[in-house]
């Protein structure tokens, strides 16, 4: 799909190509769907009015998102693709301002339980570093954390905490297909993360709230994170960087010694 996409966005004569750019929020600098001077903090500002409207849609309220920019003097931009950057901020942010909300108003949102709410419509601050390395970003809400012991729960697919209603609105849409699916934001935000060598990981405080922290390396010193399958065909050869390629030479030939 990637590829397709790329492929697509690159032909300037592609009668859709303008309606595509224009659903993806993205700028018309940029190679196909590939953006050579990727700014974070605008990337993170342009996703946070988004969602800001559709909560406030959806719930009446939406809590302060608070945008850090906390690179260094000398940070230049990076080379990403927007829409899965996009994609991943919105459904962070997303989640954060879903438990905000539902904390303040007093119920957790599963089977009509109540809870305590402190009161208070906390903000969401977020954290941007752009990095030599990796651009990093920290979202850390107060909507109440999640318990350890449902914290795998997260990453499967077609879990969710969204109510019936949500599904029918601009919130309960996906980023990038337009379509009303629940329970893949967080999973596939963690695949498109690791897809080019990033990461994506939460930290939960139960009764407090909880830290996502997203990695992004600089395209260009990381390649596709591939299946071993397609890593050890030809084609995966030929794409992966020689060291990489040396190194796993290296680990084939030790595994071999010891069988």
């Known amino acids: ?50 969602v800001s409207r559709q909560t406030n849609h959806h719930y009446g309220m939406c809590p302060e998102i608070e945008i850090m920019d906390c690179s260094p003097s000398d940070a230049s931009s990076f080379t990403y693709v927007p829409h899965h950057f996009q994609y991943m901020i919105a459904e962070l942010l997303k989640n954060s301002c879903r438990a905000t909300v ?9 089977g009509g339980s109540v ?12 954290a941007v570093v752009n990095g030599a390395e ?21 990453w499967k697919f077609a879990h969710s905490t969204a109510d019936t209603e949500e599904k029918w609105t601009d919130f309960g849409t996906d980023e990038i297909t337009g379509s009303r699916i629940r329970g893949f934001g967080l999973p ?16 939960s405080m139960e009764g407090y709230g909880l830290d996502a922290y997203l990695y992004l390396p600089r395209l ?5 994170n591939l299946p ?20 796993s030479r290296m680990n084939k030939q030790q595994q071999t010694k010891m069988l």
Request: glycine share 10%; hydrophobic share 30%.
């Open 134 to 154: 990796d651009v990093s970003i920290k979202i850390a809400d107060r909507g109440g954390g999640v318990p350890r012991s449902t914290m795998k729960q997260i």
């Open 102 to 110: 539902k904390r303040y108003l007093g119920h957790n949102g599963g």
């Open 228 to 247: 071993s399958a397609v890593s050890s065909s030809p084609g995966g050869r030929d794409s992966m960087p020689r060291n990489r390629r040396n190194f």
């Open 220 to 224: 260009g010193d990381a390649c596709e």
């Open 188 to 203: 596939l935000a963690r695949i498109y993360a690791r897809y080019f060598g990033g990461e994506l990981t939460l930290k």
């Open 1 to 50: 799909r990637f590829l397709i996409e790329h492929h697509v966005l690159s032909s300037s004569q592609h009668s859709s190509t303008s309606e595509l750019r224009q659903n993806k929020f993205c700028p018309n600098n940029f190679l196909g769907c590939i953006k050579t001077e990727c700014d974070p903090v605008d990337e993170v500002r342009r996703v946070a009015q988004e």
């Open 115 to 126: 809870a305590a709410g402190d009161g208070e419509l906390h903000p969401i601050r977020v």
